[in-house]
Nanobody, 119 residues
Framework: VQLQACGGGLVQPGGSLRLSCAAS????????MGWYRQAPGKQRELVALISSGGSTNYADSVKGRFTISRDNAKNTAYLQMNSLKAEDTAVYYC??????????????WGQGTQVTVSS
């Protein structure tokens, strides 16, 4: 199983980016998918989560600016980031709580994608 994250880049304050996280491999089902971020010198923190049914949860710092969504047919989660601020600069990681069989469940992480917000 692999999770491939992409969509990061350099953007000016107030701008937007859309991150994608595609899960591939021997996947039986996917439960929650999430986005986390880690800024230099700081711990990794939760940004947003989405359940298999579409329920969402956001960090207070991104509420109203970021939107997490998923396409279950494509095993892909998205993070739409609007009104970006310098403090959003970080490496963004996606993860997926998924099953590779009826009884085998684990959390998988994708590689990080760098988001830099700077003028």
């Amino acid at each position: 199983v692999q999770l491939q994250a992409c969509g990061g880049g350099l953007v000016q304050p107030g701008g937007s980016l859309r991150l994608s996280c595609a899960a591939s491999g021997s996947i039986f089902s996917i439960n929650a998918m999430g986005w986390y971020r880690q800024a230099p010198g700081k711990q990794r923190e939760l940004v947003a989560l989405i359940s298999s049914g579409g329920s969402t949860n956001y960090a207070d710092s991104v509420k109203g600016r970021f939107t997490i969504s998923r396409d279950n047919a494509k095993n892909t989660a998205y993070l739409q980031m609007n009104s970006l601020k310098a403090e959003d600069t970080a490496v963004y990681y996606c993860n997926g709580d998924l099953k590779t069989s009826w009884s085998n469940r684990a959390v998988y992480w994708g590689q990080g994608t760098q988001v830099t917000v700077s003028s």
